[in-house]
Nanobody, 117 residues
Framework: QVQLVESGGGLVQPGGSLRLSCAVS????????MAWYRQAPGQERELVAG??????????NYADSVQGRFTISRDNAKNTVYLQMDRLEPEDAGIYYC????????WGQGTQVTVSS
């Protein structure tokens, strides 16, 4: 069974940066397109960044709200997907989760991101 373990969240001031990590175990990581999702309080979970499988990892997509500030990447040797978040804004706060691009794996516990001065 695939397990997803997110980490790297925390409290950061507006304009700051964080790097999130998602360790994936129990599945064929390299062959799956992956994504980061965000759930803000009282809101639906939304996709913020996606990346193709090992064959198409140059293909990335981003929500309009994070385009140019967030960068998704993957290390197939480490079965890990990352989300570099720069120039963070208060609106970026929420719990961040990773999953397959299709969002059909069991969700991990997520990692909390708080952006506040």
């Amino acid at each position: 069974q695939v397990q997803l373990v997110e980490s790297g969240g925390g409290l950061v001031q507006p304009g700051g940066s964080l790097r999130l990590s998602c360790a994936v175990s129990g599945g064929m990581f390299s062959f799956n397109a992956m994504a980061w999702y965000r759930q803000a309080p009282g809101q639906e979970r939304e996709l913020v960044a996606g990346i193709g499988s090992v064959a198409t990892s140059e293909l990335t997509n981003y929500a309009d709200s994070v385009q140019g500030r967030f960068t998704i990447s993957r290390d197939n040797a480490k079965n890990t997907v990352y989300l570099q978040m720069d120039r963070l804004e208060p609106e970026d706060a929420g719990i961040y989760y990773c999953n397959r691009r299709t969002g059909d794996l069991n969700w991990g516990q997520g990692t909390q991101v708080t952006v506040s001065s």
